[in-house]
C-alpha cells in the first residue's frame, strides 16, 4: 500500500493555480493570478502577494470578476503597468494600494486584433504551480462556498452604497 502524507494530498476540488510575474520599471514585481476551479471557471486577479495558491484576496488584490473568461490584457510602461479592461470587470481593492497601483484603459477591438502595434500583452496561458493542501496556509480555497460568500459581500456594499 502506497501512504502519502496528508499536507501533500490535493483535493479534487481545491482550485489549480497559475502565476505570472509582470516586472515594473522600478524593478518592483506585481503577479498575474489565475486560479482555476471545477471544469469551467477561472479568476484572474493582480496581486503584489507572491506566494500564489491562495485564492484573490478582495482586501488587497485587484480581481477580474468575469469568471469564465480568462484572458487579461496589460502593458507596461515608463509611468508602471496598465491593465486593459474591456467593460470594467475589474474590481480595486478594498486597500488602495499606495505603490504599483494599476491604470485602467478602455480595450478596443483593434487592440485586441493588432497586439504588436499597441505593445500591450495577452495573457491567455498562466504558468502553473503545484499547490498541495497546506495545513500552514490559511486557506484550501474550496468552491463553492467561497463563491457564495463573495456574492452576499457585493451584494452588501451595494446595499451600502
Not at 491604470?103 to 498541495?132: G, V
Request: hydrophobic letters at 30%; proline letters at 7%; glycine letters at 4%.
Amino acid at each position: 500500500m502506497f501512504l502519502v502524507p496528508n499536507g501533500c494530498i490535493n483535493l479534487p476540488h481545491s482550485s489549480r493555480y497559475g502565476k505570472e510575474v509582470i516586472a515594473l520599471p522600478d524593478g518592483s514585481k506585481v503577479y498575474a493570478m489565475q486560479e482555476k476551479w471545477g471544469l469551467h471557471y477561472s479568476r484572474l486577479s493582480i496581486t503584489q502577494n507572491p506566494s500564489g495558491c491562495q485564492p484573490a484576496n478582495p482586501d488587497t488584490d485587484y480581481i477580474f470578476n468575469d469568471i469564465i473568461n480568462n484572458i487579461m490584457v496589460y502593458k507596461v510602461k515608463d509611468e508602471g503597468l496598465f491593465i486593459i479592461d474591456r467593460d470594467g470587470y475589474w474590481r480595486e481593492p478594498r486597500t488602495p494600494w499606495t505603490k504599483n497601483k494599476p491604470t485602467f484603459e478602455l480595450l478596443t477591438s483593434d487592440m485586441f486584433n493588432h497586439p504588436e502595434k499597441y505593445a500591450i500583452t495577452i495573457l491567455r496561458e498562466y504558468s502553473n504551480q503545484w499547490c498541495f493542501r497546506n495545513p500552514f496556509r490559511s486557506s484550501t480555497s474550496l468552491r463553492p462556498d467561497i463563491l457564495k460568500q463573495e456574492l452576499e459581500q457585493q451584494r452588501m456594499e451595494t446595499q451600502v452604497q
